[in-house]
């Protein structure tokens, strides 16, 4: 191997997976974190001793090589957690994954037969092809549920109408998932089986996701690697269809970097746009193409303790801003300080540099208590505090024509044999954590020589959790 280090773009789960594995079999690795903590979406964020994460991240796989990884990195403090979430909807919680008996029970005798006649027909007219979101759920669950149960949230986190979201979503995110089969297991007319996306616990980091990352990074230092936070890497260079350099900046410094390889798992749209000699026109109007959506997350601190047992709660209410609700002290007790308190993490989904995600910390928080208010969890005599989060491109949208553009970036990036796209973002792909790191883990292993294709993670569609 050359003298040359692997440098690697982004000190996320997939990043530090194939950093770790690479530090093992002795190559010599180099990651550069553009923020001061590793992590990435994954990290988590303290405040007076309240911790939060970002978007709430559960430790479940199906592989068992990313869950021997987890538990060798934090063993014993890697807890097992029950999982609750629930539905807000008209003053009222539903269980979520929809049970067919809550549900009908919920939403009343009248609603509740709209709701079937409304699945039958979709079960004898089903929209063909399946194009957007809406189709799809729709030919699942009938119109009359999808506009009650997923349109309004859906529409509030990606910001654009569900018709112009792709099938792809729905299909990677809740596969398997009907109307029809949730009557079937309520009857006990079904055997039982897989359903994606559904489990009833999971395992999570005592301290939050992020402990689990430092730990890695950590572990990556041990075994002679670098890992270096607050570098933004402002261009990657090539010749003859080989990365061989990136222009690194931050801390009041400027350097050229050389490097044998390069994992990047910064946004594919921006690594695009940073690339030396600039990449063709094509090129470059699709990664333009693709768009992205950020979180805010603002966090309540209440001097009792969480009046509710879920997780997390999906605020399906067009009356309230927000689009779910996290009590992280249910995640892990060990979230909030001892004594009594409590959080609320309100989650907020926006467009990078728009008004919601210009506003001032302040003005976040009265908006958080404004829906806190109409919720009715807690007396206004019980907050004290209050702080935000904000992170830029946390979830890229399947728009309609977002696998067109991400083919013509594929296309263009596969000249580079040195240079391999990871992660979330690196692939534009709606990684789960497990997912991240496959992805790094099979990048590292293609590196040393195996037939084994990053790209090939999570490509069927399929959410790895099951019920």
């Not at 609320?344 to 910390?361: I, N, R, V």
Request: net charge positive; aromatic share 12%.
């Amino acid at each position: 191997m050359s003298n040359l280090k692997t440098v690697l773009i982004g000190a996320g789960p997939a990043s530090l997976a194939a950093a770790y594995a690479l530090d093992k079999q002795q190559i010599p690795t180099v990651l550069l974190e553009q923020e001061k903590q590793v992590g990435g979406l994954c990290k988590t964020v303290e405040y007076r001793g309240f911790r939060c994460d970002i978007g709430g991240h559960r430790f479940f796989t199906k592989n068992r090589e990313v869950q021997t990884l987890w538990e060798s990195i934090l063993g014993n403090k890697l807890l097992v957690r029950p999982r609750l979430s629930r539905i807000y909807y008209k003053g009222k919680y539903f269980q979520y994954p929809l049970r067919v008996g809550n549900a009908l029970a919920g939403l009343g005798l009248m609603e509740s037969l709209k709701v079937c006649f409304s699945y039958f027909k979709s079960r004898l007219f089903p929209v063909n092809p399946e194009l957007s979101l809406e189709d799809w759920v729709s030919n699942r669950f009938g119109q009359v549920l999808y506009a009650i149960f997923f349109k309004t949230y859906t529409e509030k986190v990606w910001g654009i109408p569900c018709t112009e979201l792709s099938a792809d979503w729905a299909a990677q995110r809740i596969r398997n998932l009907s109307l029809g089969r949730a009557l079937l297991d309520a009857l006990g007319l079904r055997k039982k089986g897989s359903v994606a996306s559904l489990i009833e616990e999971f395992h999570y980091p005592r301290l939050g996701p992020g402990q689990m990352y430092e730990a890695m990074a950590d572990r990556v230092r041990q075994n002679k690697g670098e890992v270096r936070t607050g570098l933004e890497v402002t261009e990657i260079h090539y010749s003859h269809n080989q990365v061989t350099a990136l222009q690194v900046q931050g801390s009041g410094i400027c350097f050229r970097l050389p490097a044998s390889h390069c994992f990047s798992s910064m946004p594919i749209s921006e690594l695009v746009l940073r690339m030396r000699p600039r990449a063709p026109d094509t090129v470059i109007d699709a990664a333009k193409s693709l768009t992205y959506r950020s979180i805010i997350t603002v966090n309540l601190l209440f001097k009792q303790p969480t009046p509710l047992p879920d997780n997390w709660i999906y605020l399906h209410s067009p009356l309230i801003r927000a689009s779910r609700l996290q009590f992280y002290e249910n995640w892990s007790p060990f979230m909030v300080p001892s004594g009594g308190y409590g959080s609320a993490g309100f989650e907020y989904f926006c467009f990078e540099g728009d008004e919601l995600w210009k506003s001032p910390d302040s003005a976040l928080i009265r908006l958080a208590l404004e829906d806190l208010s109409f919720l009715g969890l807690y007396k206004e005599d019980d907050f004290f505090d209050g702080f935000v989060v904000r992170y830029a491109k946390a979830y890229p949208i399947y728009g309609n024509n977002y696998s067109k553009h991400l083919s013509i970036i594929k296309g263009w990036l596969s000249q580079f044999p040195n240079l391999y796209c990871i992660g979330r973002y690196g692939q534009f792909r709606y990684n789960n954590m497990d997912h991240s790191i496959m992805t790094g883990v099979l990048a590292a292993r293609r590196l040393l020589g195996e037939d084994v294709d990053p790209w090939s993670v999570n490509a069927e569609a399929e959410y790895l959790e099951e019920k």
